[in-house]
């Protein structure tokens, strides 16, 4: 059910919740989404001292966030590139790498797969105003699916190997575009991990944006 309504079709306006979701909206929620996961993850793994994060409220839940100064400020300026990328449809997943840091093998992949709704995807290769894509379900809906999923992550120490070695993180991002955008980008393997197993989590959709949360 439900999809995308563009302003100016059938008289179908009244259909919309009060509280619609534009896709400058869905966009803010897919980026803040990504932002607290990847804070949730890294204090779950314990890829950063577990003193080193506070809590903060969020989706009805007490998230940990990481107060290192550098790794908050990569966090800005990559979720900042996301995010444009997001508006355009031009994100295809996000994936948070941990890896040894001795051996630099990769030992845990964290796989967010992104869609974009079909109509609101024609709207944005037609040049149409960005705030007339809207999405007939309310922020409260939307946040009580996020709220799944971060529950999920936080249980999932509970079924994840122990990484009881030094570790760091890479997060890659699968666009549909070539990476002119600047030098902090470049091109990278996948880093695929052999023999793995996969734990599909929950997904959330806002009805602009389905993301499809997986760990291998």
């Known amino acids: 059910g439900g999809g995308v309504i563009v302003a100016g079709e059938m008289g179908s306006r009244q259909d919309v919740p009060k509280t619609c979701i534009t896709l400058r909206g869905s966009t803010e929620i897919v980026t803040e989404f990504f932002g607290y996961s990847i804070n949730s993850i890294l204090f779950q793994r314990a890829v950063y001292p577990p003193e080193t994060f506070k809590r903060v409220s969020k989706y009805g839940l007490t998230i940990l966030v990481s107060t290192d100064d550098a790794l908050g400020k990569y966090l800005k300026t990559v979720l900042a590139q996301v995010s444009e990328w997001l508006m355009t449809g031009d994100v295809r997943k996000l994936v948070l790498v941990i890896a040894s840091v001795e051996t630099q093998k990769t030992l845990e992949r964290w796989v967010f797969d992104v869609e974009m709704d079909e109509r609101a995807s024609n709207a944005v290769s037609n040049g149409d105003a960005r705030e007339t894509v809207t999405s007939r379900k309310s922020e409260k809906e939307v946040m009580g699916e996020i709220q799944a999923i971060i529950r999920q992550i936080t249980a999932s120490v509970t079924f994840l190997p122990l990484l009881n070695e030094p570790c760091s993180f890479d997060l890659l991002v699968y666009t549909d575009k070539?990476?002119?955008?600047?030098?902090?980008?470049?091109?990278?393997?996948?880093?695929?991990?052999?023999?793995?197993?996969?734990?599909?989590?929950?997904?959330?959709?806002?009805?602009?944006?389905?993301?499809?949360?997986?760990?291998?």
């Not at 091109?187 to 599909?200: A, E, R």
């Open 178 to 216: 070539d990476l002119q955008e600047g030098a902090d980008w470049e091109q990278t393997d996948p880093k695929y991990i052999t023999n793995q197993q996969h734990v599909q989590l929950r997904s959330f959709s806002t009805d602009i944006h389905k993301v499809d949360t997986m760990v291998a």
